[in-house]
């Protein structure tokens, strides 16, 4: 049945349309061994030749090892010599001359590393990668390595990486050994919006032949399984949405209301591959064609060329992979860069960003971190005011500590507690203190529990990595499970007692569930630093660079807008005659002036600058406002941006018919930006302008029927309310900055006896409550047994809830469908983190819309 259902998929068709297609009869599987010896029994000897026939054709492919293509250096050296010689420059850089006793650990790393990249034939993979970080960096494209090449003195004094591994103690063979089978992995983060620019960059550098991205197989999730099932069983495509509409992560159970037919196939569909997909940023080279190797093919992207393999696929052929993966923290730090280069005049980046700035830890301290990097989700809010981060390596550990493998771990609450002196700092055994001091005894990183394998049990650096790579694996516990044997021996070796030895293993088998390496938590930690510093000192910028960059992070742009204005930022709506392609800065209010208007047209530009343009350096003396970009009006795409943005520069826009004939824009867009409040700035109402806009000039090549045309001049139109042009808004661009969607409903909510999140902050621990708003942000992750987690949101800001499981399953399907809810529950306070544990949840209206949301899983 599957095998026919996946027949018909293929071909587009229902199960009945595609009954030609389909085999008669079911025996296209592999069978068991001992019906296919049965069904060969009649042809004597048949089966061993068969065998004989198969081994004879093994080959290993091992022995094949493809090479990295020649990477070219200049005459007189190898790559060996060549990286050798720029190494050692950039490492009296970094650390200083060699002469230096101050820099001697360094030097002793390096030498060890570079003689040990020469043994294992490497230098070319090092070379290679530093040339795609050489160019990415011409090109003004942010990059930096992260992962265990951070624990590299060569990929730091290269600048592949940016953490200086000797400073934060990062254990260099959890990134390459004489143990370690295959090539190092070198992770490069690059600005998302720029990385095609880079693979396009290896493509011509090393030819199409030679180089490949590396493939994904999709497989088929539960709402995919639902939706392909009733689709090639013939039910229509209404009935189809209607069935998945309620389907996130988790198969449907007996209670989801489908029909039996559709349930069952959907559940032998579940797991099973469905089709490649393109890795997020696996690249493969090689110096002997590709194809020679493993298959490739042209995927749907223009321009990209793919292995018919996935990254498992690519290792056991040893092919070497590198991955430039797309990072929109990186574009949006850039963004926000540019912006306070272009109102400021003070360019900044990654490297001169004032380090150990106790006004920006305070600020981390407090939890006012929406919009910074990894640190922005609830549950990182609220662990932050009781970590207390006051250094750079404590934004490691905040990088790592809501991470499944801590959770399992039961590391996240001891260290909290002992950080604030609440518990003692203890160790399961001596021999594990090495390993565990810095985090306080608990464990947070990969690294520890190779350390503690090493240390404790007398594992190998080798051996400490391959049961790092079990803890890696798809099937993580029962690998690791199968090292148990060999961890509890060593530790027996060792002297270490049964009861110790359990609780290490037990610490050990937990990182199965995704511990982070503690390279990439330190490289994590440099990009939470820099966007809290731009957050704290110039936040209107941070906001706007990611308003630019949606969607991306935690949280949608309403939440943004929120957040801005609770920083004191004015926030304007997109207008045709100021806005730049995506959000900009433009001169705010004056200090002493109350914020105007957050949406439609303001006073022209102060003199001096143009249009669309925020004001130079010397703006600096107003306070900064956002201005919404022209690509934030839905349907709107970036070229037609750009071309109004290129139109304007040569003239300012006299009026919506002028604008309307020299963009030429389709009466549907015009509509669009009238809707938005984008055409308020022409001298026109949103009425009035959604009128004139189907009269405008330019916007059709072909005259309207007789009798159909509409006046031209609009007659008295009547202007929006403040509820009326929030919903505008809403429909046109997904969020207002207008007024937030629930403050149209306050008195009605008042008159229900709801509080304010803001006032539903101060209530004490335990006291009941009842808060009415948009519920955002809904997460039930696998590592909570059950308990599921979100906020509501009004025009004072969020709350955070806690379901439990009862609760969760009888009002999770009104938290997903009512436009906004009514909460009641109690308050949980602890450490200064505000919580609300929910009762119950009753859907009330607003005007407005609101978007669709859906259940994570993470």
Known sequence: RVAQALTALRR????????????????????????????????????????????????????????????????????????????????????????????????????????????????????????????????????????????????????????????????????????????????????????????????????????????????????????????????????????????????????????????????????????????????????????????????????????????????????????????????????????????????????????????????????????????????????????????????????????????????????????????????????????????????????????????????????????????????????????????????????????????????????SDYGFPQSHAQSMAGLIYASAWIKHHHPAALIAAIMAHQPMGFYDTQTLIGDAERHGITVRGPDVRTSGVHATLEPGPMPDQKPGPTSGSTPGPTSGSTPGSTSGPTSGERPPAIRRGLTDVTGLGEQAAEEIVAIRAERPFADLDDFAARTRLPARILEQLATAGALDGLGLHRRTALWSAGTAPGRSHQAPLPGLATPATAPELTSMTTAEETTADITATGASATAHPVQHVRPRLDRLGTLTAAAARTLADRAPVRIGGLPKYLQRPPTAHGVAFGAIEDETGMVNLVFAPHVWDRCHRTLLDAPAVIITGRVERSEGTVNVAVDRVEAITVATPVPRRHVGHR
Request: proline share 7%.
């Open 12 to 511: 587009r068709e229902t199960l009945d349309r595609a009954a030609g297609h389909l085999m008669a009869a079911p025996t296209a599987h592999l069978r068991p061994r001992a019906e296919l010896a049965a069904f060969l029994s009649r042809y004597p000897g048949v089966a061993d030749t068969t065998v004989a026939l198969g081994r004879s054709c093994v080959i290993d492919l091992a022995e094949l090892r493809p090479e990295l293509p020649e990477f070219a250096v200049p005459a007189g050296h190898t790559q060996d010599s060549w990286l050798r010689d720029r190494a050692e420059a950039a490492c009296v850089g970094r650390y200083g001359p060699r002469v230096d006793p101050g820099a001697g650990a360094a030097w002793r790393q390096l030498d060890h590393e570079l003689d040990l990249v020469a043994g294992l034939g490497l230098a070319g993979y090092f070379l290679i990668v530093h040339d795609i970080v050489r160019h990415a960096t011409e090109q003004g494209i942010w990059c930096q390595g992260r992962g265990s090449a951070a624990s590299s003195v060569i990929c730091y004094v290269l600048g592949i990486t940016a953490v200086d591994p000797l400073r934060h103690g990062l254990l260099f063979e959890r990134f390459l050994s004489l143990e370690k089978a295959g090539p190092p992995d070198i992770d490069l983060d690059l600005e998302s919006g720029r990385r095609e620019e880079v693979i396009q960059y290896v493509y011509t550098r090393y030819g199409r032949l030679h180089a490949a991205q590396v493939a994904n197989m999709i497989t088929y999730r539960p709402r995919l399984a639902v939706r392909d099932a009733a689709r090639v069983l013939g039910y229509p495509e209404a009935q189809t949405r209607e069935m998945t509409r309620h389907i996130h992560h988790s198969p449907p159970g007996p209670d989801a209301g489908l029909p039996g037919d559709v349930r069952d196939l959907a559940a032998q569909l579940h797991t099973l591959p469905r089709h490649l997909g393109v890795h997020s940023g696996g690249m493969v080279l090689t110096r002997q064609p590709i194809g020679e190797i493993m298959p490739v093919e042209w995927a749907t992207a223009e321009g990209c060329s793919v292995l018919q393999g996935d990254k498992d696929d690519v290792a056991a052929a040893g092919l070497v992979k590198i991955d430039l993966l797309g990072l929109g923290m990186l574009s949006a730090l850039h963004t926000a860069c540019d912006l306070i280069h272009a109102y400021h005049g003070v360019r900044h980046d990654l490297a001169s960003i004032p380090q150990d700035d106790p006004d920006v830890y305070a600020m981390i301290a407090r939890g006012d971190t929406i919009g910074v990097f990894q640190v922005e989700s609830r549950a990182q809010i609220s662990t932050l005011p009781q970590l207390r981060p006051t250094k750079f390596e404590d934004l490691a550990v905040a990088a790592s500590i809501i991470r499944p493998g801590p959770i399992q771990a039961g590391s996240k609450h001891p260290l909290l507690r002992r950080r604030r002196g609440e518990e003692a700092v203890t160790y399961p055994h001596p021999l594990a203190k090495a390993a565990l001091e810095p985090t306080l005894g608990v464990a947070l990183w990969q690294e520890q529990a190779m350390q503690l394998a090493i240390d404790c049990a007398g594992f190998s650096p080798g051996e400490a990595d391959r049961l790092r790579k079990a803890m890696a694996a798809k099937h993580a516990p029962e690998k690791v499970a199968a090292m148990r044997d060999r961890l509890l021996t060593g530790m027996a070796g060792r002297g270490i007692p049964p009861a110790a030895a359990e609780k290490i293993v037990s610490m050990i088998e937990a990182f």
